[in-house]
């Protein structure tokens, strides 16, 4: 099935600083989301982006399709920012199976004041 | 416009029991899905459910677990004789239509902690 890997697996930043997190995929994608865990164990949607750029406030995201890979900007992070990010995605040529997103293992994203 | 509810929140089970997990697509979604949060393992796909179908349940375990998505009410996740191994994280989530081309919405997840 398809591969999604993310990097890095731990970020440590300074409250207003930037980040970029990526996702890398190893296959066709019809459909790639990207999710924030929160240190309460909710997931919060942020993107539905199998292709282009979005933004969203401090939050933008870009999929290169063509290029197998999505990237998440965080701008001036806030420490409610930290928790895990994770990137999924279904993948184009798994037939019936096309509609389950595979996740990555996530980078865990800590902001210190 | 409501999101994705599921409940309980928090589970509490002694091995042997049964747990019933509860989810409740977002208005008009007619498309479910139940994914788990093992620790350690990430979050996998268990199965997925359209009004009073199942469509794909490739994820789910062989045995003691089971789901259903009646035409009136919540989808229901059924864990039978429940063993330590079962505690984690499940999460529901919906969408408009299949999700392989629709953003799938998710619920805040029923952690389940098997005693």
């Known amino acids: 099935g398809i591969q999604v890997e993310q990097s890095p697996p731990d970020l440590i930043l300074q409250e207003g600083a930037n980040s970029t997190l990526r996702c890398n995929f190893s296959d066709s994608v019809n459909n790639l989301q990207w999710f924030h865990q929160n240190p309460w164990g909710q997931l919060i949607n942020l993107f539905y982006i199998p292709s282009g750029t979005k933004q969203n406030g401090r939050l933008s995201a870009t999929t290169v399709a063509t290029e197998r890979y999505s990237l998440l900007y965080i701008s001036s992070s806030q420490t409610t920012d930290s928790g895990v990010y994770f990137c999924?995605?279904?993948?184009?040529?798994?037939?019936?199976?096309?509609?389950?997103?595979?996740f990555g293992k996530g980078t865990k994203l800590s902001v210190i004041p | 416009n409501a999101g994705v509810m599921q409940n309980p929140r928090h589970l509490v089970r002694r091995r042997g029991q049964e747990a019933r997990l509860r989810c409740s697509p977002m208005?008009?979604?007619?498309?479910v899905y139940w994914y788990r949060q093992l620790p350690e393992e990430g979050l996998k796909f268990m199965v997925y459910?359209?009004?009073?179908?199942?469509?794909?349940e490739s994820g789910m375990p062989k045995e003691r677990f089971s789901a259903e998505f009646p035409k009136e009410g919540p989808s229901i996740l059924r864990i039978q004789q429940v063993v330590r191994g079962d505690s984690a994280a499940y999460f529901c989530a919906s969408s408009l239509l299949a999700g392989d081309y629709y953003e799938q919405y998710f619920g805040p997840g029923t952690r389940l902690t098997v005693t």
């Open positions: 459910l359209q009004k009073e179908n199942i469509i794909d």
């Open positions: 999924a995605v279904t993948s184009r040529y798994s037939g019936a199976g096309s509609y389950q997103l595979t």
């Open positions: 208005k008009g979604h007619s498309h």
